[in-house]
């Protein structure tokens, strides 16, 4: 048999997308398992081509209003999509993120589907691109029915990167001039704010891999260092520096981060003066 020649037809490389791929899989099995379900689980999963028109179609019903229809939601974050379609690589990240670091997460369509975390993430990432692309009203409006629905206040101006974890998605607000670095973790109750009526810039700059425990507040136009902690229950504000714990109110730096990502770790344990102590705000 000859060699091929050079000019020899090659065929084109199948595109990968392995977190959809496990999507559609846990989706199958899960209608197998309880049929009962399963025209929701095919709406939801199997009957769209890819994760974003996926992730478009669950999180536009769950804000679903009167108002402004799932339809025209919908048909928006598709338009968004089309301008902007990298928002759809910050979709795998936060899954794979919750996937990776909530024991309470065992499939990545837990997240898809259930967890408000994330869905208040998608909703408050097209509301930036339509309030940085001139379109002010449709962003608040998201940020309104978001907050009603997820109990999750992001500003749409707010600049947050990718590979977040909401754990809970309950009761966090984030100001207008704040930005979260990649791979964060923030549990349930925090506050990234301001310190008062004034404006301007006046919202924390949060790091890279920073873990922010239960019912911390962040306030002020301050740094939050990368791979560092803070405590459950504390209040910040002065500029945290990187790979350190703080807690307390105000807070202090106790000690080091104790592992080179808190964020991916969720290590919410600390040594003070020999003992050990653990911070409120675990998974479920």
Aim: glycine letters at 12%; aromatic letters at 6%.
């Amino acid at each position: 048999m000859s060699p091929p020649t050079s000019t020899a037809r090659r065929e084109p490389l199948a595109a990968v997308d392995p977190i959809w791929e496990a999507l559609k899989t846990e989706a199958r099995a899960a209608v197998a398992q309880d049929p009962a379900i399963g025209g929701f689980l095919h709406s939801a999963i199997l009957a769209h081509r890819t994760l974003e028109e996926a992730v478009c179609y669950r999180v536009a019903r769950r804000l679903d209003h009167p108002d402004v229809s799932a339809g025209l939601i919908e048909n928006t974050f598709q338009d968004v999509l089309a301008a902007a379609g990298d928002i759809g690589l910050a979709f795998r990240a936060d899954l794979a993120a919750v996937y990776d670091r909530d024991p309470a997460c065992t499939r990545y369509m837990d997240a898809l589907i259930y967890f408000k975390g994330f869905h208040a993430l998608v909703a408050h990432r097209f509301a930036h691109w339509l309030l940085t692309n001139g379109r002010r009203d449709f962003a608040l409006y998201l940020q309104s029915q978001a907050s009603k629905t997820f109990s999750v206040d992001i500003n749409p101006a707010a600049r947050v990167g990718r590979g977040i974890m909401l754990d809970h998605g309950h009761g966090i607000v984030v100001g207008e001039t704040a930005v979260i670095g990649d791979n964060v973790s923030m549990l349930h109750g925090v506050t990234l704010g301001g310190t008062g009526k004034a404006g301007g810039d006046r919202h924390p700059k949060v790091g890279n891999n920073v873990l922010i425990g239960a019912g911390a507040s962040v306030l002020g136009n301050i740094k939050i260092g990368d791979c560092s902690r803070i405590g459950a229950g504390s209040v910040v504000v002065k500029e945290v520096p990187p790979k350190v714990t703080v807690a307390g109110v105000p807070a202090k730096v106790i000690g080091p981060a104790g592992c080179p990502e808190p964020a991916r770790s969720m290590d919410q344990l600390f040594i003070v003066n020999g003992g050990e102590f653990s911070e409120a705000g675990g998974g479920i």
